[in-house]
C-alpha cells in the first residue's frame, strides 16, 4: 500500500534552517509529482510546494517563495522541503502527498489533486 513518511521537524530557532523529507513506497514514486502542505493552529491546510515526476518543474506558493525549496531524489523515493531563515510563522504541520499526475513536467497546487497523504509532522519554531 502506499505509504508516506515525513521525517522528524523538531524545535528549531528562529533564524535557522531545515530540512524535511519525505519517504515514499508502494507506488512508483518517479512516475507522480508530489508536493508539501502545511497546517497552522486554527488554519486550513494550506499549499507549500510541488514538484513534477521529472524535477523539471517546481510551484511554490508565493507567501513562502525565496526561503523554501522543494526537491526530489527519484532513485531514493524521496521528496524533500528545504527551509531557510525559519519564522515563528512557519510553525506548522507539514505534510507530503502525492498528486494526481504523472506527466513529466506536469504540477499540481490544488489539494483537490492530491490523493495519498504522511501523518504529517510538527515544526515549531522558537522567537
Known amino acids: 500500500q502506499v505509504q508516506l513518511v515525513e521525517s522528524a521537524g523538531g524545535l528549531v530557532q528562529a533564524g535557522g534552517s531545515l530540512s524535511l523529507s519525505c519517504a515514499a513506497s508502494?507506488?512508483?514514486?518517479?512516475?507522480?509529482?508530489m508536493g508539501w502542505f502545511r497546517q497552522a493552529p486554527g488554519a486550513e491546510c494550506a499549499f507549500v510546494a510541488t514538484?513534477?515526476?521529472?524535477?523539471?518543474?517546481?510551484a511554490l506558493a508565493t507567501t513562502w517563495k525565496g526561503r523554501f525549496t522543494i526537491s526530489r531524489d527519484n532513485p531514493k523515493n524521496t521528496v524533500y522541503l528545504q527551509i531557510n531563515n525559519l519564522k515563528p510563522t512557519d510553525a506548522a504541520v507539514y505534510y507530503c502527498?502525492?498528486?494526481?499526475?504523472?506527466?513529466?513536467?506536469?504540477?499540481?497546487?490544488?489539494?483537490?489533486?492530491?490523493?495519498?497523504w504522511g501523518q504529517g509532522t510538527q515544526v515549531t519554531v522558537s522567537s
Open positions: 508502494g507506488f512508483t514514486f518517479r512516475n507522480l509529482a
Open positions: 514538484i513534477s515526476r521529472s524535477s523539471g518543474n517546481t
Open positions: 502527498a502525492t498528486a494526481l499526475s504523472s506527466a513529466p513536467w506536469q504540477v499540481e497546487t490544488e489539494k483537490r489533486r492530491y490523493d495519498y
